[in-house]
């Protein structure tokens, strides 16, 4: 038999592990060719190894194969042949009389038995700082240790796989019976703990007591159940409210009303003297003049003057008190009557000051351009992760319309894969415009408007018919401010609102206008100037595409 040098020896196998660990029958014959490229010069070795293993014996052992059967991470090709391997690595030598070989082996057992028993109780008690995250809030004490384990490997691959089922492959859910990554990904969006019915009942065996279901009378809870249901029926209304609220912090974990503290409070040991000073409102022990008692003051002051010619100078001068007056100062009439500050507003066109009736800041932790939507939407900002979601599917399920309309299925997957992000969002996350503005508009089926001092735009639905009447159409504003951040703005009624993109209008078929008689915000000429005039673009349907 020849032997080969050291470095073509480690060359054939690391083939073969590649080999055997191709995870479809492309991949798997794709290597299949390479192992014979550095075996051509071992003929015999490769039509052994190709003959006598590969062909008869390959379903049994590449994972291509092996990978379409739930196994729970068991692949041994010969459990009888490990178990023996275990025991000769014990006894050592074949020296020995059969009563020291019986006590060897039933060491080996009970050693065993009481790893596995250690492994559950790990699994039970054991708390691991990486596992605290929400999304396995309802498998921590309950599932394997070994199981969580697995689903971790699996959470680190979202980023990479997203909810692609192609890329993500769906390994783990076949063999293993665990979510994949593709899974975890839309438990992460909605935001959801994994639930406890997505693990595979072996995983839940954490005991070697006798399964509950032969036991039923001991471990129902019908008895408790029947007595809660005749409580509830006795209760009054307010009662059956209260009680309610509890069973359904028992049934859905995920919906307590109990949530950790904002800051850690420290609550050991007294405040050093030298890092905290007590300011001298603290300390004293007498009351706060009430508002009334300094505007009697002033009134005195002042005679019968009108309250707005107050001189806040002389109400602090007769106030009692001076230092509390420094303490708590309270705002002059004069400030009070003038007008609200907008924030944001000189991030604005000037044109549209005078239309603006509010506008509110939103969370900046880089998803404040979802979160604006979301507000404006009457779902509540932190339902951010949500419109994220939605625009996922809707970018996958019109993947034909947008891949014509953004110039490629390249460009859209790069849209989708950008939208998708779990917390904090980075750059490359942010809201794009007008990409997203199309997106929303169409998924939502509401009118999008833009407002920035670059440029102002208003996003049209692509597909589904805008109301006939002005008064039904559903519009929302945000702006981008700061370079940075989105915000939702609030205009008054009759307000104007920026021309739809030119790119839009490629794509709208002329003979299917909704006249919608829309308010829009037009420059004039080359002045800079907002002209409010009624357009008759409508909302078009997309049907170029």
Same mark, same amino acid.
């Given at each position: 038999?020849?032997?080969?040098?050291?470095?073509? *020896?480690?060359?054939?196998?690391?083939?073969?592990?590649?080999?055997?660990?191709?995870?479809?029958?492309?991949?798997?014959?794709?290597?299949?060719?390479?192992?014979?490229?550095?075996?051509? =010069?071992?003929?015999?070795?490769?039509?052994?190894?190709?003959?006598?293993?590969?062909?008869?014996?390959?379903?049994?052992?590449?994972?291509?194969?092996?990978?379409?059967?739930?196994?729970?991470? =068991?692949?041994?090709?010969?459990?009888?042949?490990?178990?023996?391997?275990?025991?000769?690595?014990?006894?050592?030598?074949?020296?020995?009389?059969?009563?020291?070989?019986?006590?060897?082996?039933?060491?080996?057992?009970?050693? *065993?038995?009481?790893?596995?028993?250690?492994?559950?109780?790990?699994?039970?008690?054991?708390?691991?700082?990486?596992?605290?995250?929400?999304?396995?809030? =309802?498998?921590?004490?309950?599932?394997?240790? =070994?199981?969580?384990?697995?689903?971790?490997?699996?959470?680190?691959?979202?980023?990479?796989?997203?909810?692609?089922?192609?890329?993500?492959?769906?390994?783990?859910?076949?063999?293993?019976?665990?979510?994949?990554?593709?899974?975890?990904?839309?438990?992460?969006?909605?935001?959801?703990?994994?639930?406890?019915?997505?693990?595979?009942? $072996?995983?839940?065996?954490?005991?070697?007591? &006798?399964?509950?279901?032969?036991?039923?009378?001991?471990?129902?809870?019908?008895?408790?159940?029947?007595?809660?249901?005749?409580?509830?029926?006795?209760?009054?209304?307010?009662?059956?409210?209260?009680?309610?609220?509890?069973?359904?912090?028992?049934?859905?974990?995920?919906?307590?009303?109990?949530?950790?503290?904002?800051?850690?409070?420290?609550?050991?040991? /007294? !405040?050093?003297?030298?890092?905290?000073?007590?300011?001298?409102?603290?300390?004293?022990?007498?009351?706060?003049?009430?508002?009334?008692?300094?505007?009697?003051?002033?009134?005195?002051?002042?005679?019968?003057?009108?309250?707005?010619?107050?001189?806040?100078?002389?109400?602090?001068?007769?106030?009692?008190?001076?230092?509390? *007056?420094?303490?708590?100062?309270?705002?002059?009439?004069?400030?009070? *009557?003038?007008?609200?500050?907008?924030?944001?507003?000189? $991030?604005?066109?000037?044109?549209?000051?005078?239309?603006?009736?509010?506008?509110?800041?939103?969370?900046?932790?880089?998803?404040?351009?979802?979160?604006?939507?979301? /507000?404006?939407?009457?779902?509540?900002?932190?339902?951010?992760?949500?419109?994220?979601?939605?625009?996922?599917?809707?970018?996958?399920?019109?993947?034909?319309?947008?891949?014509?309309?953004?110039?490629?299925?390249?460009?859209?997957?790069?849209?989708?894969?950008?939208?998708?992000?779990?917390?904090?969002?980075?750059?490359?996350?942010?809201?794009?415009?007008?990409?997203?503005?199309?997106?929303? /508009?169409?998924?939502?089926?509401?009118?999008?408007?833009?407002?920035?001092?670059?440029?102002?735009?208003?996003?049209?639905?692509?597909?589904?018919?805008?109301?006939?009447?002005?008064?039904?159409?559903?519009?929302?504003?945000?702006?981008?401010?700061?370079?940075?951040?989105?915000?939702?703005?609030?205009?008054?009624?009759?307000?104007?609102?920026? !021309? /739809?993109?030119?790119?839009?209008?490629?794509?709208?078929?002329?003979?299917? &206008?909704?006249?919608?008689?829309?308010?829009?915000?037009?420059?004039?000429?080359?002045?800079?100037?907002?002209?409010?005039?009624?357009?008759?673009?409508?909302?078009?349907?997309?049907?170029?595409?």
């Amino acid at each position: 038999m020849a032997v080969f040098p050291k470095k073509k *020896q480690v060359q054939i196998m690391e083939a073969w592990e590649a080999l055997i660990y191709s995870y479809d029958e492309a991949q798997y014959y794709m290597k299949l060719a390479i192992f014979e490229g550095i075996c051509s =010069n071992c003929s015999i070795f490769y039509d052994y190894v190709h003959e006598q293993w590969l062909i008869p014996h390959k379903e049994r052992f590449v994972e291509a194969w092996t990978n379409r059967v739930m196994h729970f991470g =068991n692949t041994t090709t010969q459990r009888v042949e490990s178990a023996h391997w275990s025991l000769k690595r014990i006894l050592q030598d074949s020296i020995g009389d059969i009563c020291s070989v019986w006590e060897t082996i039933n060491s080996m057992i009970v050693l *065993q038995h009481n790893e596995i028993i250690a492994s559950f109780e790990k699994s039970i008690i054991q708390k691991v700082h990486r596992y605290s995250n929400r999304l396995y809030a =309802n498998l921590r004490g309950v599932v394997s240790k =070994n199981a969580i384990d697995h689903i971790a490997a699996e959470y680190d691959r979202v980023k990479y796989v997203g909810i692609d089922q192609t890329e993500c492959r769906c390994t783990i859910r076949t063999t293993h019976g665990l979510p994949c990554a593709c899974e975890i990904a839309r438990y992460s969006m909605i935001p959801r703990s994994i639930p406890l019915d997505a693990i595979h009942g $072996w995983w839940s065996k954490v005991t070697f007591h &006798v399964d509950a279901s032969s036991q039923p009378s001991e471990l129902s809870v019908k008895h408790e159940i029947d007595v809660i249901v005749k409580k509830f029926e006795e209760l009054d209304v307010p009662g059956k409210i209260s009680l309610k609220g509890k069973l359904r912090e028992i049934a859905y974990p995920s919906t307590t009303s109990m949530f950790p503290p904002v800051a850690k409070v420290k609550t050991k040991g /007294a !405040p050093k003297k030298g890092k905290s000073k007590v300011s001298k409102r603290d300390k004293s022990t007498k009351r706060d003049s009430s508002w009334w008692e300094y505007v009697d003051a002033s009134v005195r002051c002042s005679g019968t003057n009108a309250c707005s010619t107050i001189d806040i100078s002389k109400v602090e001068k007769l106030a009692p008190r001076p230092s509390v *007056q420094k303490l708590t100062p309270r705002p002059s009439i004069s400030k009070v *009557q003038q007008p609200r500050v907008l924030l944001f507003k000189d $991030w604005l066109p000037f044109e549209i000051h005078k239309f603006i009736d509010d506008i509110i800041d939103v969370g900046d932790d880089g998803n404040c351009g979802y979160r604006a939507v979301a /507000a404006l939407l009457g779902m509540g900002e932190n339902c951010w992760a949500f419109i994220r979601q939605q625009c996922v599917i809707e970018l996958q399920e019109f993947m034909s319309h947008y891949k014509i309309l953004f110039g490629g299925e390249n460009y859209v997957r790069q849209l989708i894969h950008n939208v998708y992000v779990e917390q904090v969002a980075s750059k490359d996350n942010w809201m794009t415009l007008p990409e997203m503005g199309y997106v929303i /508009a169409s998924k939502f089926n509401v009118v999008v408007v833009a407002l920035s001092l670059n440029q102002s735009q208003t996003y049209f639905p692509l597909r589904s018919p805008p109301p006939t009447s002005m008064s039904d159409h559903r519009v929302i504003v945000i702006a981008f401010v700061n370079n940075c951040h989105f915000v939702q703005v609030y205009l008054k009624s009759y307000s104007p609102i920026p !021309p /739809a993109s030119n790119l839009w209008k490629n794509y709208c078929n002329d003979q299917q &206008v909704i006249c919608g008689n829309i308010i829009a915000m037009k420059k004039h000429d080359n002045e800079n100037l907002f002209t409010r005039i009624a357009c008759n673009i409508g909302c078009r349907y997309f049907q170029k595409l």
